[in-house]
């Protein structure tokens, strides 16, 4: 599974945001999946494959009793929503999800392996230059992994 690439698309008024074909055909080629269950992330979304999800909701289950599994069960695993593709290869993600990532109109969908992460446009510029400023501080990490 190698979901890759940052691509910028828009969310209609009807919540519908459009996934990359690649990631549609990594779905249905590794997964046989014709949809992502997606929930909250940070400041953004997150989508995973169905069975994938399965893994983390078994994960979450195993954790001993306490606060970081009330906190993933009440965060992650609550509000998930498994969202189906329709003919154009857009899935409708719920009002209560898109009101927590501050979906408007302009999204950025961005492949990162394993998971796909569904960013407004204003958090992801946030998170990205977050993360820019981590990298720079790890000048000797970036040049040991080639970058």
């Known amino acids: 599974m190698k979901f890759s690439g940052e691509y ?5 008024l009807k919540g519908r945001v459009s996934i990359p074909a690649s990631f ?3 779905l249905g080629q590794i997964y046989k999946s014709e949809g992502l269950v997606v929930t ?3 400041k953004g979304l997150v989508a995973y494959p169905p069975s994938r999800w399965k893994e983390i909701c078994a994960n979450v289950l195993a954790m001993s009793p306490g606060p970081n599994r009330e906190a993933n069960l009440r965060n992650r695993i609550a509000p998930a929503k498994e969202c189906s593709f329709n003919a154009q290869g857009r ?7 898109r009101e927590h990532a501050g979906l408007d109109k302009d999204v950025v969908v ?3 392996f394993e998971k796909i992460e569904i960013w407004s446009q204003k958090a992801h510029a946030l998170i990205a230059a977050e993360s820019e400023l981590m990298l720079d501080e790890d000048a000797q990490g970036q040049a040991d992994l080639g970058f």
Do not use: A, H, T, W
């Open 8 to 12: 910028n698309v828009s969310i209609d």
């Open 110 to 112: 961005i492949g990162m």
């Open 40 to 42: 909250r992330y940070k």
């Open 91 to 97: 899935i409708q993600l719920p009002q209560s999800l």
């Open 24 to 26: 549609r055909d990594e």
